[in-house]
């Protein structure tokens, strides 16, 4: 019996694939200044053999493309002939010269920094250990990769722009939106934070001087927290009722709550302003006659999770390090519906922003929980301004 090579003949011999003519060059080491979590093809795991994904890297380029050209005419066509679609393949290629030694920061449920509750940890706290999950390894900052860019030169712009917003603004691996995965570079094709603002004068930019990369990452992270967390004063190890209202509205909602949190400290009105701060948001209760867990979701067909508009990181330019807070374009959030899980009925609120939050104490007198953490850090960031 013939075997199917020996029916249909030997393949034929094709010619090395080339690279189309005149394609510009671009090398780059890039290091990686605060811890990297995930990252690899299962979500969550760091691939300790193959930690840096060249489909990653392209994914985080054409997501900073797309922000760095939102006003650009007829940018879907460009976007397609740059990146590529189901009918035509991209222009550009990216590789990685040799893949880095990774140390880890946890491993077997054993923590590495000293606070367990400090900023760090909430910046990676859905991959830490808990009673239910053994939680993921996390590998330690201040390890380099070599990529290389190969692109036509009309498309040089591009991806000097978009490579720079990566670097200053975005980060590799997960939980980058909380300063993980960081990123430097010393090269001088990048773009300037002058250049990438005008370019882009949508996005925001608070920043404040610090003396590396991990203590620029944990403060950033530690102001986002201490908004997000605002709390009446306690008593004794007991943390006080928090200032915003999600937990009231949750009350009110079902119709459950201990008797001494009966009475509302806070809007009247069930309103969930947090929710433009990204979702999901779990809500625990802890005491038996609350509201039992409470998921507040996106009510998007086919989608549980809005992407946050607020970047907490480490930022260098010109080897200075800051604690950078970066705002990204979001008018279209407060029009997102969300829905609450864990209620036995449907009951459905828009995140969008209006007159009932503006007394809404951590938001500074601000109609929406964004432009209050911006009034929240002025005091201590500064506004970059072109």
């Given at each position: 019996?013939?075997?199917?090579?020996?029916?249909?003949g030997?393949?034929?011999?094709?010619?090395?694939?080339?690279?189309?003519?005149?394609?510009?060059?671009?090398?780059?080491?890039?290091?990686v200044?605060?811890?990297?979590?995930?990252?690899?093809?299962?979500?969550?795991e760091?691939?300790?053999?193959?930690?840096?994904?060249?489909?990653?890297?392209r994914?985080?380029?054409r997501?900073?493309?797309?922000?760095?050209?939102?006003?650009?005419?007829?940018?879907?066509?460009?976007?397609?002939?740059?990146?590529?679609s189901?009918?035509n393949?991209?222009?550009?290629?990216?590789?990685?010269?040799?893949q880095?030694?990774?140390?880890?920061?946890?491993?077997?449920?054993?923590f590495?920094?000293?606070?367990r509750?400090?900023?760090?940890?909430y910046?990676?706290?859905?991959?830490?250990?808990n009673?239910?999950?053994?939680?993921?390894?996390?590998?330690?900052?201040?390890?380099?990769?070599i990529?290389?860019?190969?692109?036509?030169a009309?498309?040089?712009?591009?991806?000097k722009?978009a490579l720079?917003?990566?670097i200053?603004?975005g980060g590799i691996?997960a939980?980058?939106?909380?300063?993980?995965?960081?990123l430097?570079?010393d090269?001088s094709?990048?773009?300037?934070?002058?250049?990438?603002?005008?370019?882009?004068?949508?996005?925001?930019l608070?920043?404040?001087?610090?003396?590396d990369?991990?203590s620029?990452?944990?403060?950033a992270?530690?102001?986002?927290?201490?908004?997000?967390?605002i709390r009446?004063k306690?008593?004794?190890?007991?943390?006080?009722?928090?200032?915003w209202?999600?937990?009231?509205s949750l009350r009110?909602?079902?119709?459950?709550?201990?008797d001494?949190?009966?009475?509302?400290?806070?809007?009247p009105?069930?309103?969930?302003?947090?929710?433009?701060?990204?979702?999901?948001?779990?809500?625990?209760?802890?005491d038996?006659?609350?509201?039992?867990d409470?998921?507040?979701?996106?009510?998007?067909?086919?989608?549980s999770?809005?992407?946050?508009p607020?970047?907490?990181?480490?930022?260098?330019?010109?080897?200075?390090?800051?604690?950078?807070?970066?705002?990204?374009?979001?008018?279209?959030?407060?029009d997102?519906?969300?829905k609450?899980?864990?209620?036995?009925?449907d009951?459905?609120?828009?995140?969008?922003?209006?007159?009932?939050?503006?007394?809404?104490?951590?938001?500074?007198?601000?109609?929406?929980?964004?432009?209050?953490?911006?009034e929240?850090?002025?005091g201590?960031?500064?506004?970059?301004?072109?």
């Amino acid at each position: 019996m013939q075997t199917i090579t020996q029916k249909l003949g030997a393949p034929p011999v094709l010619p090395p694939v080339k690279d189309p003519p005149s394609l510009r060059e671009l090398i780059l080491t890039i290091t990686v200044t605060t811890p990297m979590a995930g990252g690899g093809i299962i979500a969550g795991e760091i691939d300790e053999k193959r930690p840096i994904r060249v489909p990653s890297i392209r994914g985080h380029l054409r997501y900073w493309w797309r922000i760095m050209n939102l006003s650009t005419p007829d940018k879907d066509t460009r976007e397609s002939k740059l990146w590529g679609s189901t009918e035509n393949p991209g222009k550009i290629y990216v590789s990685i010269s040799e893949q880095p030694n990774l140390h880890l920061r946890y491993s077997n449920n054993n923590f590495d920094f000293d606070n367990r509750y400090g900023p760090e940890n909430y910046a990676l706290f859905s991959l830490l250990p808990n009673k239910q999950n053994p939680g993921k390894n996390i590998a330690r900052e201040n390890f380099a990769f070599i990529i290389k860019l190969r692109y036509p030169a009309e498309f040089h712009n591009d991806i000097k722009f978009a490579l720079s917003a990566w670097i200053y603004f975005g980060g590799i691996g997960a939980r980058t939106r909380r300063g993980c995965g960081s990123l430097s570079c010393d090269n001088s094709n990048l773009a300037s934070l002058n250049e990438i603002i005008t370019a882009a004068p949508y996005i925001t930019l608070w920043r404040k001087k610090a003396n590396d990369s991990m203590s620029a990452w944990s403060y950033a992270v530690k102001c986002y927290r201490d908004y997000r967390q605002i709390r009446n004063k306690g008593q004794g190890n007991r943390p006080g009722r928090s200032k915003w209202p999600e937990a009231d509205s949750l009350r009110q909602i079902t119709k459950r709550s201990v008797d001494r949190h009966k009475n509302p400290i806070t809007s009247p009105i069930p309103s969930f302003p947090r929710a433009a701060l990204g979702l999901p948001i779990i809500f625990h209760f802890k005491d038996r006659d609350d509201p039992k867990d409470i998921t507040v979701t996106p009510n998007i067909k086919d989608s549980s999770r809005m992407a946050s508009p607020v970047i907490t990181k480490a930022l260098c330019e010109n080897n200075t390090w800051y604690s950078a807070v970066i705002i990204l374009p979001h008018d279209d959030i407060f029009d997102v519906p969300i829905k609450l899980d864990g209620v036995n009925r449907d009951y459905n609120i828009p995140s969008r922003k209006g007159a009932i939050y503006k007394n809404t104490q951590p938001m500074q007198g601000k109609f929406d929980a964004i432009s209050g953490l911006e009034e929240y850090i002025s005091g201590d960031f500064h506004k970059f301004k072109i």
